[in-house]
T-cell receptor
Framework: EAGVAQSPRYKIIEKRQSVAFWCNPI?????LYWYQQILGQGPKLLIQ????????DSQLPKDRFSAERLKGVDSTLKIQPAKLEDSAVYLC????????????FGNGTRLTVT | DAKTTQPNSMESNEEEPVHLPCNHS???????IHWYRQLPSQGPEYVIH???SNVNNRMASLAIAEDRKSSTLILHRATLRDAAVYYC??????????FGTGTRLQVTL
């Protein structure tokens, strides 16, 4: 089974620029998550989708972060404008709807904001 | 969400068993105990989960205390590829996983 695909693998931008990350979950996984992992910390959930609807976005900084999951498959996470503190690894995960169902993570996008 | 407490780091010799402890004294009756690990430069990887009974799979075993206030992840024979950060997480079914800082396991020859 193919894993969760994320791109790009690395991204370097200047503050105030915008950036977008893409995620393709495992086929058939209805639930998709975006996590932010700052160096030295555990991953923090930003947003959770089930199909194309948002289940939880309570920790998403909505003034600058947005995410969408059109057609309930691929997802994009956007930051506009980026701040220095957004430097982190952005991880996408997917799971089946039945619970508890293991999360399958991609290898993430490492963002550096200068 | 109920909180877990794990040692910051542990060391093990290769080919020996490793017991990674996790305390969760405020666990509720509906909380599952999940373990994930994160190898360098990779996303977290599911290891095992359980509710009340001990669990085994091809990667590890999970031993859950009778009062459920603690659990132990057991790697039966550590290899260099098991060097990673191990996260112990509590969550109710269908609820989000909240990661802590985990235990960094070092495996030496």
């Amino acid at each position: 089974e193919a894993g969760v695909a994320q791109s790009p693998r690395y991204k370097i931008i200047e503050k105030r620029q915008s950036v977008a990350f893409w995620c393709n979950p495992i086929s058939g996984h209805a639930t998709l998550y975006w996590y932010q992992q700052i160096l030295g910390q555990g991953p923090k959930l930003l947003i959770q989708f089930q199909n194309n609807g948002v289940v939880d976005d309570s920790q998403l900084p909505k003034d600058r972060f947005s995410a969408e999951r059109l057609k309930g498959v691929d997802s994009t996470l956007k930051i506009q404008p980026a701040k220095l503190e957004d430097s982190a690894v952005y991880l996408c995960a997917s799971s089946q709807v039945r619970s508890p169902s293991p999360l399958h993570f991609g290898n993430g996008t490492r963002l550096t904001v200068t | 969400d109920a909180k877990t407490t794990q040692p910051n780091s542990m060391e093990s010799n290769e080919e020996e068993p490793v017991h990674l402890p996790c305390n969760h004294s405020t666990i509720s009756g509906t909380d599952y105990i999940h373990w994930y690990r994160q190898l360098p430069s990779q996303g977290p990887e599911y290891v095992i989960h359980g509710l009340t009974s001990n669990v085994n799979n091809r990667m590890a075993s999970l031993a859950i205390a009778e009062d459920r206030k603690s659990s132990t992840l057991i790697l039966h024979r550590a290899t260099l590829r098991d060097a990673a950060v191990y996260y112990c997480i509590l969550s109710r079914a269908a609820s989000k996983l909240t990661f802590g800082t985990g235990t960094r396991l070092q495996v030496t020859l």
